[in-house]
C-alpha cells in the first residue's frame, strides 16, 4: 500500500494582529493502492473531511523525517 498525506488550503486563520490570512491545513493521512483508494478510505474513517471545498494529496515517499527550521 501507498501513504498519503491530505491537507486544504480552504479556509482562514487570524494573524497576531487580528487579520484574516489564508493557510493549509493538514487533515491526516491514509494508505490506498493509488490516491483514490486512499482517499476514499480516509474519508470514510474522517466524515469532517466531507465539509472542505477542495482536499490535495501528496504520496510520501519515505517516512524520513527532516528538521525544519528557521533563522
Given at each position: ?17 487580528g ?6 491545513q493538514?487533515?491526516g ?22 465539509i472542505?471545498?477542495?482536499?490535495s494529496?501528496?504520496?510520501?515517499a ?10
Amino acid at each position: 500500500m501507498r501513504k498519503y498525506i491530505f491537507f486544504t488550503c480552504d479556509g482562514s486563520t487570524l494573524d497576531p494582529d487580528g487579520n484574516e490570512t489564508e493557510n493549509s491545513q493538514v487533515l491526516g493521512w491514509g494508505e490506498g493502492s493509488d490516491e483514490m483508494s486512499a482517499f476514499e478510505r480516509f474519508k470514510s474513517e474522517h466524515k469532517f473531511v466531507n465539509i472542505y471545498k477542495k482536499v490535495s494529496c501528496q504520496e510520501i515517499a519515505n517516512e524520513q523525517i527532516h528538521r525544519i527550521f528557521t533563522a
